[in-house]
């Protein structure tokens, strides 16, 4: 049976390759069964009993911090001037500059200069030494392994300023990578710092300031003007304008009133409101957004996944290659042992995979964290990878092209009956059906004041429309197959229904027993953004279809009106799913989708995206990517932003492995010294990790 498993947060975690001794460190302790490090996410899961002070000790080589998951950890300032490892960088880079000064001034040898470069090697590089030494006697080879190898090599050989350069040059690279890393996690602890850690709750007529983690479910919270809510809830009294750009990625304030739902982030920018809480504060949407693009960064993508194997048989292969170079040449081939040494640790440092192996890691995570800013929540680098390779997007049509909101846009009389007359009679009937045709004819009227007439014997008909005793008559509100069933439909009439219809209306009826009275149109808006976003994705080469289960007519109306390449109309959900699977003739297909109704295609599809994730429990947790607003406009945004970052990846591999060739070609004349090989492994680290971070940018 497996223990209960704790959480921790860590700070200080600085490199791919230390996490990876850290995760086993912890794996020797006895009480642990088992640990889970996310790197990107500066995260671990530990499954067992194990200690805080346990857990740090097995990262003291690191000097890793561990708190647990739900502590706030508060982030001090430490200036650049005061940081250990920078003061030792510094004071080796004084010691070095004044050894090659001595050097010059006295000749290479002098007992002077060479006090001078030792001692840049031992300030500078102690911490290195050490951790590199107690890996050598482990047989672990990792970059610090690798430099104490190239360090102790060049002083055993007398080239004690290429032992103090190698050793100032991977300090600063170090401060630099760490650095960046650091960048990159922003965007993770910029999430976590949204919400506030407490809350006005109010008691009575009393106020009281708690921690959120004490608020349960229908507490009531006071959310003053300026203030940021603390917990997801619905408004009970009071309204504001409320700035929501943390959850959805929307600029512009969303209006919140009576029953409207709030999320913890957001900015109270305008009146009072008071808020039934209605999530706990593990709960909440922010929680659920943290915690899932967490998981999203630890889930390793496919190019990430190959460079890993690929990693597994290559730094083998390198340490094998620099043993060879400086044994076979000496023993068979009458070379100097001094000499080819030298090439042999040279061959070591440049071979190292640290910039290949943190090429893709660093992208994801950076990519994954520009989306959460900005309202989109990728679920994993997989996902990330794939939306750049879509070939074909299919959009549901209700409440994702289309408002989801239908309204009434024709009212016309056939009989001696006004307009407003036809349009009471149908809103006295309807206002006891649940439908939302239904519900447009009652907006309509309450639009125009109509009062509502009083009504009798009301009966669903199902699927058709309904029907009530109106003062002495009988009438009806349906379809113009329910008026067909009975009645003979005149010429005229069926031309004016087939108009509407060519519209993408959908036409409803009026009659009684003394005849037709009356009809009515009503159609869901096409959303404003839908014409600028397929626009957009068309621009990109990307074919565009319309899988409904509305009627013909209305489906080819709108299919017309957005310019979609195709339309697929009057499926059933089965048939949604056969269409996706026909489509991928095309290549990779992308299913948007409201993530309740299209389940089973936003599953079926290679990536399923979900409109309005915000608020939405089923659409966080099934789709492969949840659109937080119902912002379509953000589609074409994360299909450039994963396109952006398989470039970036690629140009990251490049670099990897193009500084090594180079540097590799350059060591058979002798031209490639060691302080070089540093300069190109550690660069080429460096120029990754700040490539990587262009990923930051808002505009993509």
């Not at 922003?186 to 708690?210: C, D, H, Q, W």
């Not at 929680?287 to 990693?311: C, G, N, S, W």
């Not at 520009?370 to 070939?391: C, D, P, S």
């Not at 149908?426 to 239904?438: D, R, T, V």
Request: charged share 20%; hydrophobic share 45%; proline share 3%.
């Amino acid at each position: 049976m497996t223990s209960e498993k704790n959480v921790y947060r860590l700070q200080n975690l600085s490199c791919t390759s230390c996490a990876a001794k850290f995760e086993k460190n912890i794996r020797q302790i006895d009480s642990v069964e088992d640990v889970q490090l996310n790197f990107g996410a500066s995260k671990l899961t530990v499954a067992g009993d194990a200690s805080i002070l346990q857990l740090e000790e097995a990262g003291a080589f690191d000097g890793i911090k561990v708190f647990p998951e739900k502590q706030r950890i508060i982030k001090q300032h430490t200036p650049f001037w005061k940081k250990r490892e920078n003061q030792t960088t510094i004071a080796s880079l004084v010691l070095l500059l004044a050894g090659y000064a001595v050097s010059t001034a006295n000749g290479d040898h002098n007992w002077l200069s060479i006090a001078l470069f030792l001692s840049a090697i031992i300030i500078g590089g102690f911490s290195l030494i050490k951790e590199g030494l107690t890996n050598l006697s482990k047989l672990e080879f990792d970059m610090s392994t690798l430099m104490t190898i190239a360090v102790i090599g060049a002083a055993l050989i007398g080239d004690w300023a290429e032992g103090a350069v190698v050793v100032f040059l991977f300090s600063v690279s170090e401060a630099l990578e760490s650095y960046s890393i650091d960048k990159a996690r922003n965007s993770i602890t910029s999430l976590i710092e949204i919400a506030p850690t407490t809350a006005t709750v109010l008691r009575g007529t009393n106020e009281y300031e708690v921690g959120v983690e004490d608020l349960r479910i229908n507490d009531v919270i006071l959310i003053k003007p300026g203030q940021k809510i603390a917990m997801d809830g619905e408004v009970i009294q009071g309204d504001s304008s409320v700035n929501q750009a943390a959850i959805t990625g929307e600029s512009v304030p969303v209006h919140k009133a009576l029953g409207d739902e709030v999320f913890a982030g957001t900015l109270n920018e305008e009146g009072a409101m008071q808020v039934r809480v209605t999530k706990l504060a593990e709960d909440t949407t922010i929680a659920k957004i943290i915690h899932l693009v967490e998981e999203a960064q630890a889930e390793k993508a496919p190019t990430q996944q190959f460079i890993d194997r690929f990693a597994r048989y290559y730094t083998p292969a390198i340490l094998v290659t620099s043993l060879l170079i400086m044994i076979i040449p000496p023993l068979f081939m009458g070379g100097v042992w001094g000499e080819w040494f030298y090439k042999g640790l040279v061959v070591l440092v440049v071979g190292c995979p640290c910039a290949l192996v943190i090429s893709t890691p660093i992208a994801i995570v950076t990519a994954i964290g520009n989306a959460a800013r900005n309202g989109v929540l990728i679920k994993g680098g997989i996902h990330l990878e794939e939306t750049g390779q879509i070939k074909v997007v299919a959009f549901d049509k209700t409440g994702t092209l289309t408002e989801g909101r239908p309204e009434v846009t024709d009212v016309l009389t056939v009989s001696s009956l006004t307009e407003d007359q036809v349009l009471q009679q149908a809103a006295s009937i309807e206002k006891f059906s649940q439908h939302p045709l239904a519900s447009s004819i009652m907006r309509a009227a309450e639009k125009l004041s109509l009062e509502l007439l009083a009504v009798n014997q009301f009966q669903s008909i199902t699927g058709k429309g309904a029907k009530a005793v109106i003062g002495e008559h009988l009438v009806y509100v349906g379809s113009p197959n329910l008026f067909r069933e009975t009645n003979t439909v005149e010429q005229s009439i069926e031309q004016q229904i087939l108009a509407l219809q060519k519209q993408g209306k959908t036409v409803m009826l009026v009659w009684s027993e003394a005849g037709l009275e009356g009809i009515i149109a009503v159609a869901d808006q096409v959303r404003k953004s839908s014409l600028k976003v397929i626009e957009k994705l068309r621009e990109m080469g990307k074919k565009t279809v319309m899988l409904t289960g509305d009627n013909q007519s209305t489906a080819l109306a709108i299919g017309e009106q957005l310019g979609l390449s195709e339309v697929k109309a009057e499926l059933l959900p089965d048939q949604k799913v056969e269409m996706i699977k026909s489509l991928t003739q095309y290549g990779k297909v992308a299913m948007v989708g409201d993530g309740v109704n299209d389940a089973p295609a936003l599953a079926t599809a290679n990536i399923g995206i979900a409109m309005g994730g915000a608020g939405t429990d089923t659409a966080l947790e099934t789709a492969d990517i949840a659109l937080m607003a119902d912002d379509l406009e953000k589609l074409p945004y994360t299909i450039k932003l994963s396109s952006r970052t398989k470039q970036i990846i690629l140009q990251n591999i490049s670099i990897s492995l193009g500084l090594k060739v180079i540097a590799l070609l350059l060591i058979i004349p002798g031209w490639l010294t060691l302080w070089m090989a540093v300069m190109a492994d550690m660069g080429a680290t460096v120029i990754v990790v700040l490539n990587s971070l262009r990923l930051m940018k808002n505009k993509i």
